[in-house]
């Protein structure tokens, strides 16, 4: 069983067009996050929730509108797409989110690309 | 602001060789963690060292964290094949809840 499944695995839109990326959790874990990952491989957090209270906002564009509705769901709408969204999305999770050498466990990732 | 510089960014060798990737920066981080990540897969953890000074095996793989907890090395002794991928550190900092900072990663590359 997957610990972190994350779908779609491809995106490919128009610029314009409104999209969402689902991700679910089977580890029983508090915490769940997004990330994203640019052309450079450079991986920088965009939200946070613990269960489903959203607790890191990285100043994301408010196009992008995360929905937990509940600890083992953690969604991703992005409205109105631009060309610099075009991007590998991850999301991951941890049992708490508070202690020091907590792991993250990582979904796959979701390859978006707008045209 | 890239908070964790690692160096080098690319590296190619062959089978058998070693090698150390470094992880600096100018801030103090709680712990620092290593990842791998292989292409279309997500990061997976392989360790994370919490005290200053501190030096963690595992197998061919040496991670040491630096005395003033803002840098880190990895050191892979008799690369493989097998090691080739993306090396991500990443400082964590608690501010409340964990926040992890990745650094700007090194890519590996292991010729047989």
């Known amino acids: 069983d997957t610990a972190v499944s994350q779908t779609p695995k491809y995106l490919v839109t128009q610029m314009g067009n409104d999209k969402s990326i689902k991700c679910e959790q089977n580890?029983?874990?508090?915490?769940m996050y997004w990330y994203k990952q640019d052309s450079k491989k450079f991986l920088k957090i965009m939200f946070s929730?613990?269960?489903?209270?959203?607790?890191i906002n990285e100043t994301v564009p408010n196009r992008f509108s995360p929905k937990s509705p509940d600890k083992a769901h953690l969604n991703l709408h992005i409205n109105s797409l631009e060309l610099g969204d075009s991007a590998v999305y991850f999301c991951a999770s941890s049992s708490t989110g508070g202690k020091a050498n907590e792991k993250l466990f990582f979904g796959s990732g979701t390859q978006l690309s707008v045209l | 602001t890239q908070l964790l510089e690692q160096s080098p960014q690319f590296l190619s060798i062959q089978e058998g060789e070693n090698l150390t990737v470094y992880c600096n920066s100018s801030?103090?981080?709680?712990?620092l963690q290593w990842y791998r990540q292989e292409p279309g897969e997500g990061p997976v953890l392989l360790v994370t060292?919490?005290?200053?000074?501190e030096v963690k095996k595992l197998k061919r793989l040496t991670f040491q964290f630096g005395d003033a907890r803002k840098d880190s090395s990895l050191h892979i002794t008799a690369a493989q094949p097998g090691d080739t991928g993306l090396y991500l550190c990443a400082g964590v900092r608690n501010t409340g809840f964990q926040k992890l900072v990745f650094g700007t990663g090194t890519r590996l590359l292991v010729s047989p």
């Open positions: 929730y613990n269960n489903k209270e959203l607790i």
């Open positions: 801030s103090v981080f709680s712990s």
């Open positions: 580890l029983g874990h508090d915490t």
């Open positions: 060292v919490v005290t200053g000074g």
